[in-house]
């Protein structure tokens, strides 16, 4: 007798998906080639009591959730806007991933300043300064910064770990300030 369409032969696996799995009655109906109606007329004829969903968001079931987590992987993912993040997550309102993004942040899953920087002039300045080895004030005046100094005073006080330069200011400049005067000298 066919009495649950080509779930026929398969309802021990469903029982056992039914009482081990939080899956949705949609989810199941897909996996076994029939109808959300039929998972849940099928469940309650057997009298499966469903374990009970975890309580709070599923990060990772969460398409979103994962993509933020993937993007805060990347280096210095902490300096990377809103606006970048946006993009990549292919979404236009900010609201639709705020929630997720403080999830994972409370959850410990991606880093306390993860999305939290608003500027992308600043995006641009750390992208400089991770990479280049340039002086602050050089890197500032390309973004069109007074002070790119200050901007990274103020990140380092209010929580980001910005690194130090990768230029070399003792050493570096002072030296060759030294060897123009010696040369001047010289002459
Ligand atoms: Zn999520």
């Known amino acids: 007798m066919r009495r649950w369409g080509i779930l026929r032969g398969k309802e021990h696996n469903l029982v056992k998906d039914l009482k081990e799995t939080t899956l949705s009655f949609k989810k199941l109906g897909e996996?076994?080639?029939?109808?959300?109606?039929?998972?849940?007329?099928?469940?309650?004829?057997?009298?499966?009591?469903?374990?009970?969903?975890?309580?709070?968001?599923?990060?990772?079931?969460c398409c979103l959730c994962q993509k933020l987590i993937q993007i805060s992987?990347?280096?210095?993912s902490e300096f990377?806007?809103?606006h970048t993040i946006r993009k990549e997550?292919?979404?236009k309102s900010g609201r639709k991933y705020f929630f997720h993004l403080r999830i994972l942040r409370?959850?410990?899953?991606?880093?306390?300043?993860f999305g939290r920087l608003f500027s992308k002039r600043a995006e641009k300045a750390y992208a400089i300064y991770f990479t280049k080895r340039l002086p602050i004030r050089t890197i500032g005046r390309k973004v069109g910064y007074k002070s790119f100094y200050s901007i990274i005073q103020w990140h380092r006080a209010s929580g980001w770990n910005v690194p130090p330069s990768l230029y070399v200011y003792d050493g570096g400049e002072r030296s060759r300030i030294k060897s123009k005067i010696q040369r001047k000298k010289q002459r």
Do not use: C
């Not at 076994?32 to 709070?56: C, I, L, N, T, W």
């Not at 409370?106 to 300043?113: A, H, I, T």
């Open 106 to 113: 409370d959850r410990g899953l991606v880093g306390q300043k």
């Open 31 to 61: 996996r076994y080639g029939v109808s959300r109606q039929a998972v849940h007329a099928f469940s309650k004829r057997e009298g499966v009591k469903r374990p009970a969903k975890p309580k709070g968001h599923q990060t990772e079931g």
């Open 89 to 91: 997550m292919g979404v």
């Open 80 to 82: 990377i806007s809103i």
């Open 73 to 76: 992987k990347k280096p210095h």
